[in-house]
């Protein structure tokens, strides 16, 4: 019985240890990789001779890693513009602003759709209307009150 035991928490204890190692115990994200930045080339200033371990200076000190943290639930921040052709004649043009969509209609009457559920970059709705879109590659689907969906190509 002791026995038994003894070889259970030696088997359990090891896979315990591995899996504490691979969790960060401050609850930072960890980093993604580190990348050492470039050094700017000036091409009127002369070349500078490598200083040595031997030879450094006093109070000089290698450049900080430049760290890089990747965090997927973070909303984008750049802002695209794309146009659609849809299959009624008419064009819109979406802008994408993250979280958030700006859909200049063939009118140029602007609409702002905010992304239902907030955490995806798919399904955007109005608010007032409850019109919705929903983007899938290159194609938009596009629902409004009262009319059937268009489907918009890119």
Known sequence: MAFSRTVRVSLVVPLLLAAAACVPQDGAP???STVSPAPAQQPTAPAAPPISATSKAPGTSAPP???IITDL?????TVGTAT????????????????SLRVFGPDGAAEE???SPANQSSRYQEAATHDAIV???REALLMKR???PQTCKR
């Open 135 to 137: 983007i899938d590659g």
């Open 65 to 67: 890693a430049t760290k």
């Open 73 to 77: 639930t973070a909303p984008r921040t």
């Open 146 to 148: 009262g009319s059937t």
């Open 113 to 115: 759709f905010a992304a």
């Open 84 to 99: 659609y052709r849809c299959g009624n004649g008419g064009t819109i043009t979406i802008q994408n602003l993250g979280s």
């Open 30 to 32: 960890k980093v993604a």
